[in-house]
């Protein structure tokens, strides 16, 4: 089945920039997701990239993808004590609709 | 325009007990989606709902059922409640033959 890994801690200072990993492991993903979750709230859909691309850029927040390694990342710049929060990857399995989810990584900003 | 939403907040049940939650979704979705977010589990697809048609079920036992209703908002019913039955449970909703997924705020069911 679908595996979705990412790394489970990121501390930066603000001001600085952000990139969170992920890996996955569906090669037919068509669609690859970024979600924000902050404490005790649902998940806000942040960006999300078509699998025949290899960036997207929104405002802050740029995605990479590197569909050899399956491989994506986010990248937030200026990251503020705003963008403290759980953020998830998550790609769709093609037909089935639903969403598999990494771990999550919590991104703590140090003022 | 209103965001996919979800009643009740909170829910307090005692084991063997049933457990009835309730989503909108966003005004022209017509596909419901509902995940569990247990902890130590990470967010797990429960089921899909399309056109009152249950499309998808994740890999949960029987006694998590749902429905969807004519105006597409749904109910999730969890019967004979557990324990690990205490969890987050998120509700999303989709335009037709669109694949981004937008959540509501979640109901936290607890089980005593």
């Known amino acids: 089945g679908e595996d979705v890994e990412q790394s489970l801690f990121l501390s930066v200072r603000e001001g600085d920039s952000s990139v969170i990993n992920c890996t996955y492991t569906?090669?037919?993903?068509?669609?690859l997701y970024w979600y924000k979750q902050e404490p005790g709230a649902g998940l806000q859909l942040l960006t999300y990239?078509?699998?025949?691309?290899d960036m997207k850029q929104d405002q802050r927040l740029t995605v990479l993808l590197n569909k050899k390694d399956k491989h994506l990342s986010l990248r937030i710049a200026d990251t503020q004590t705003g963008d403290s929060a759980i953020y998830f990857c998550?790609?769709?399995?093609?037909?089935?609709?639903?969403?598999?989810f990494g771990t999550g990584t919590r991104l703590t900003v140090i003022p | 325009e209103a965001g996919v939403t979800q009643s009740p907040t909170h829910l307090i049940k005692t084991r063997g007990q049933q457990a009835t939650l309730r989503c909108s979704p966003i005004?022209?979705?017509?596909?419901v989606y509902w995940y569990q977010q247990a902890l130590g589990l990470g967010l797990q697809f429960l089921l899909w709902?399309?056109?009152?048609?249950?499309?998808n079920r994740g890999n949960f036992p029987p006694r998590f059922s749902g429905r969807q209703f004519p105006n597409y908002s749904s109910e999730l019913n969890v019967n004979a409640l557990e324990l690990e039955d205490s969890a987050l449970y998120l509700c999303?909703?989709?335009?037709?033959?669109?694949?981004?997924?937008?959540f509501g705020p979640g109901t936290r069911l607890t089980v005593l």
């Open positions: 999303a909703s989709s335009l037709r033959g669109r694949e981004e997924q937008f």
């Open positions: 569906d090669s037919s993903s068509t669609y």
């Open positions: 990239i078509f699998s025949n691309m």
């Open positions: 998550a790609e769709i399995s093609p037909g089935a609709n639903n969403l598999f």
């Open positions: 005004s022209g979705h017509t596909s």
């Open positions: 709902y399309d056109e009152g048609e249950e499309r």
